[in-house]
């Protein structure tokens, strides 16, 4: 059984840093892209940040260019999500979310986490 589990959620002042963390269980995630998304009350899910299979290249989200940075360590398969700069707007709950390639359509994913809330205050 397939398993994502998201950490490293919490509330946050603007301008402070985040690190999320998404460590997968029955599968390799060396062998999958992993991308986070985001979701706000009432909203549709947002593709913020990703990283390919190789993690060669990155892919970033129009809301992360410039402060969020996604990573995997293959040898503890868990990926990160660097969150650098946070606003109010990025308050949200965050998933992460794998598939054979990245892409930025959540309906490509076929394995996604619980989700972990992000809170950033003014």
């Known amino acids: 059984q397939v398993q994502l589990v998201e950490f490293g959620g919490g509330l946050v002042q603007t301008g402070g840093s985040l690190r999320l963390s998404c460590t997968a269980s029955g599968l390799s995630l060396e062998n999958y892209a992993l991308a986070w998304f985001r979701q706000r009350p009432g909203a549709e899910r947002e593709f913020v940040q990703g990283i390919n299979w190789d993690g060669t290249a990155t892919y970033d989200g129009r809301s992360a260019k410039g402060r969020f940075a996604s990573s995997k360590d293959n040898t503890k398969n868990t990926g990160y999500l660097q969150m650098n700069n946070l606003r109010p707007e990025d308050t949200a709950m965050y998933y992460c979310?794998?598939?054979?390639?990245?892409?930025?359509?959540?309906?490509?994913?076929?394995?996604w986490g619980q989700g972990t809330q992000v809170t950033v205050s003014s």
């Open positions: 979310a794998a598939s054979e390639y990245l892409d930025m359509a959540a309906h490509v994913y076929d394995y």
